[in-house]
């Protein structure tokens, strides 16, 4: 019986020492899954920090362009400004009879009919050739 008692011992020992090799490769096998999940973790930290950087970097651009668009719509409204009083200008000095009778006398030394710088100058025919006549 003690020999019995023995080999039993021994088998239930064998036995545990089976559970725990098992055991033990379980946990190794759990320890490399829990490694390769933190490494997947760290790089999907670095991504969210590479990407946080990119979007800061994107709304620091798109806030200096929105200043560029505000001092260029600036200079534009300025521009516009000096053209509309220049086309103002222009179109007193266009309507001036001094103008005018520059452009005629011009016109009939190069060789244009009457009724040619009457119309292209909107005066009637008589003041176009009483001005030819006077120069």
């Known amino acids: 019986m003690s020999n019995l008692l023995i080999i ?3 088998l239930s020992e064998v036995v545990l020492l089976g559970v725990v090799i098992v055991f033990f490769l379980r946990l190794r096998k759990s ?11 760290e790089e999907f930290i670095k991504r ?6 990119l ?3 994107l709304v620091a651009t798109f806030e200096q362009r929105q200043q560029e668009l505000v001092a260029l719509n ?7 400004a000096e053209l509309r009083k220049l086309v103002k200008l222009a179109n007193e000095y266009a309507k001036s009879p001094q103008f005018m009778r520059e452009i005629i006398i011009q016109g ?6 009457a009724m040619q710088l009457a119309k292209s ?7 176009v050739e ?5 120069a």
């Open 8 to 10: 039993l011992f021994t």
């Open 31 to 41: 320890e490399t899954l829990l490694s390769g999940l933190h490494a997947k973790q």
């Open 48 to 53: 969210l920090q590479f990407n946080t950087q």
């Open 55 to 57: 979007e800061n970097e």
């Open 74 to 80: 600036t200079q534009l409204e300025n521009k516009a």
């Open 108 to 113: 009939h030394r190069s060789g244009k009919t």
């Open 121 to 127: 100058t909107g005066l009637g025919l008589e003041e």
């Open 130 to 134: 009483l001005i030819i006549d006077q």
